[in-house]
C-alpha cells in the first residue's frame, strides 16, 4: 500500500521500496538505480548529482546501474523530458529516506539522538567529530527493503554543494575516447551475426527464397514474409568504403534463447514495455523474457531500437543457446524506423483596434505519435506482421488533445487571447508508420503559432519582441523573451541585405520548461542559419553544464529539421534511405550556438531536451523572412522553397 503523500511522486509511489533505488556496498560506494535510461542526454550525470547531494556523499563515490526489467525501478519509457522530474523526484526521497534511517541506526548505537550527527562523505559525525560509523558499516542487508514513509524534508537549494553545479558527464569519456560502451560494441561469448531480408515495399508478400545454397553454419529463419539468416560472422563488416560520422548509429540488439527463456540487450527507451510487447508478441510470459539496457550511439524518440530487438529474438530462437546480434543497415533504419507524422496547421487571428490579438482559430491535421509498443494495446514490433498470420501494424494513437501529447503538444498558443479555438484532425490513414519524434508535434506548432505572431505584429506595426511581451501573462515566459533578446543585442541589431533575424519562444507542452531563441539567417545563394542565441528556464538546475549540452543539441537539431531533412518516398517505399537522398546539417554548417540558463530558484526541475526545437524552428523561420521579404510557411526552408515563395508572391 502506497503511503500518503507520495503520489505527487508518481515513480517512487510506483515502486515504493527503497532498495529499488540505492545500495551502499562495503567497497564504500553508493550504487542507484533509475528506470530513465541514459542516451546521449546526460540524465545519469544529473541523477548520481541529486543522490550524492542528499546523502551526503562525493560524486565519485555514486555508480549509477544499468536499467534492466530484472533490476530497475519501472518509469516506463524514458521520453517527454521527465527524466529529471520523475526520476530525480523519486531518487531524491529515497535518498533522503536512506538516510534517515542509516542516522538513526547510528543514534542508537551511539546513544544520542540523529539530529545530533551529521554527515560527510557517508562518515557520520557526532559534534563535526568522526564517530567511527559510516554508512557502509551501518548499512546491513535488508535495511532498506522496506517500502517508502511519507515523504521527509529535503536538503533545500540553498545548501546544496553538489547539485545545482556543473559536473563532468559520467557517459562521455569512453565516448571521447573510443571505448567500447555502446551495444554496438558488445560482444557475448559464442554470439552470432543476424540480418533481416526486408520486404521491397510494406504490401510486398515473401513467396519464395529460391532455395539458394547457403554453408552448414548459415541458418535460415523464416516465418510467413518474415525472413532472416544467421551465420558466425557479420557479412556486412566486408567490401565497406569510408562512411561519414552520422547523428545516431543503426538501430542494433542482441538476444539469446536459453530453456525456453529470452534474454535481450537492446538501446529500447522502454524496456519493460519492450519486454512486455516482445512477450505478447510471441504469446510467451512476461516472465520468460528479461531486457537489459545497453547504450546506443544516439536516439530521439521511438527509433527501430525495439523492432530489431525482436528481430534478433526471432532469429536466436533458431539456434537455443546462442547470442545472435542484429545490426540494421543504413537502409533498415531509412526505410523502416518509425518516423515522426508530418503535420499541417492552419491558423486565422484578428487583432482590435490597438493591434491586440482578440481571436484565434488554429486547426491541425497529423498522424498519430504515440505508436511505441505497448500503446493502444498492440505490441507494434516491425516483423510481427511479417510472420505468418501477422496483420498490418494499425496506425498510431495520439493521446489525448490536451495541448501536452502527440500532433497537439503546444498548439494552444502561450499568449492572452481572449477567443481562442484549436482543433485536431486525427488522420487514421497511415501510408507511412509513425510514432514519437523528439518534441512530438510542437515542432510544427510553435514553428506555425510563432511564425504567424510575427505576421501579426507586422500587421500591428509592433517590434515582434514587444508585440510578445505585451500578450504574455507569465513572468518566467517574458523573462526568457527579454533574456535571449538581450544576448542577440536584438534592439541595435544590424541590418544587412541578405540577413535577417528572428525570434521563437514557448513553454514546452504549455506546463514544462520556458525557451525563447533569435536566429541570425543569410538567404543570398542558399538558406544558412549563422548564429543562435537561446534563453531558457527549466526551473532548479542540477547541472547547468548538461542543460546547456541538451539545448545547444536540440537547437541545432532543430536548425537542420528546419533547413534540410525531409523524408520522400513514392506509392510503394520509402525512397530516402541514405545520406544523400536525406541530407542533415553538416558540421561545416553548424551555426555558433550560445545559451543562458534564467535562474527560476524554488521552482521544480523540467527537462531540457526537447524545448529548443520549436522556437529554434520559429525563429530561423521569422528570420528567413526578414531577410528575403516573402514568407515561407512550408518545411524544410530550402532555396528552392524561397524561389517559389517568391515566384508565387
Known sequence: MTRPGLAAIPSLAANPVLASWLAFSPAGTVTIFSGKVEYGQGVWTALAQIAAEELDVALARVAVAPVSTGASPDEGVTSGSLSIQHSGSALRQACAQARGLLLAAAAAKLGTTASALTVDDGQILGAGQPTGLSYWSLASPGLLDREAGAPVPVKPPGRWSVAGRSAPRLDLPDKVT???????DLVLRGMLHGRVVRPPAVVAELLSTGDPPLPADVHTVRDGSFLGVVAATDAAALTRPFLAHASMAPSCAIARWDDGSVTVWSHSQGVFALRDAIAAGLGLDAGRVTVHHAEGAGAYGHNGADDAALDAVLLARAVPGRPVRVLWSREDEMAWAPLGSAMLARLSAGLD??????????????????GRPGRGGEPRLLALAHLAGGRPMPPAPDGPPTGAMGSTRNAVPGYRIPDLEVVRHRLLTMPIRTSSLRSLGAFLNVFAIESFVDELAECAGADPVEFRLAHLTDPRGAAVIEAAADLAGWAGRPRAEGTGYGLGYAR???????????AEVEAENDVRVRRLWLAVDVGTVINPDGVINQVEGGAVQSASWATRERVTFDRAKITSVGWDTYPVLRFTEVPEVTVRIVAAPGQPETGAGEIAQGPVAAAVGNALAAATGVRVRDLPLTREQVIRAIESG
Open 178 to 184: 573510443g571505448r567500447p560502451r555502446f551495444l554496438h
Open 508 to 518: 514546452y507542452k504549455g506546463l514544462a520548461g520556458y525557451c525563447a531563441a533569435v
Open 353 to 370: 483596434a490597438q493591434g491586440r490579438i482578440v481571436t484565434w482559430r488554429q486547426d491541425v491535421w497529423s498522424n498519430g505519435f504515440i
